[in-house]
């Protein structure tokens, strides 16, 4: 089963944006293959977008901690909680239909952990200078990792609904 077969590509498209404007995060939408189901182009901050805009963040920093949690996901069946390279929360929700994987709901680009982003790495990555990756990583909602697990409970009862039909 396909994620077009549960929903239309429009609602995906509309569960990235208000994920992205309602909580301030980054969303993505994964098909089994585990290849992005539309361009959507919104941040929850400006920080991530600019590690994507380098020729070598999305590869270094963005899809470490997204494929390995979307790879997570995929064998478990269950949400899961990572975090990419410069310590920003990455979380996967995986939607199973008929006990088969059909992809995932994926939030990030935003601070759960103590202590702060790591804007060492966030240059070493993708070649921003440390101080304006610092300047950006200040901008970055935190939030407790309990309001991060609602927001995954809020996207599996979402999804759940469009799977009960």
């Known amino acids: 089963m396909k994620l077009t077969d549960i929903m239309s590509l429009g609602l995906w498209m509309e569960v ?19 290849q992005r189901l539309t361009e959507n182009k919104e941040y929850g901050n400006k920080l991530c977008p600019a590690i994507m805009a380098t020729p070598n963040g999305e590869k270094t920093i963005c899809s470490v901690g997204l494929q390995g949690a979307l ?13 990419c390279p ?3 929360t990455v979380a996967c929700v995986p939607v199973v239909a008929e006990d088969v994987f059909a992809g995932a709901v994926c ?28 300047n950006l990583a200040r901008k970055v909602t935190r939030m407790s990792r309990e309001r991060a ?3 995954a409970a809020y996207i599996e009862n979402s999804i759940s609904e469009y799977l009960e039909d």
């Not at 990235?16 to 980054?26: A, I, P, Q, R, S």
């Open 149 to 151: 697990e609602e927001i």
């Open 86 to 88: 410069t310590g920003m």
């Open 107 to 134: 939030f990030c680009g935003v601070f759960t952990g103590r202590g702060e982003v790591d804007v060492f790495m966030i240059e070493q990555g993708s070649g921003i200078p440390e101080m304006k990756a610092s």
């Open 16 to 34: 990235e944006e208000e994920l992205c404007e309602d909580y301030g995060v980054n969303a993505f939408v994964f098909d089994a293959q585990r």
């Open 71 to 83: 790879q997570q996901a995929e064998s478990t069946k269950q949400t899961v909680f990572a975090e």
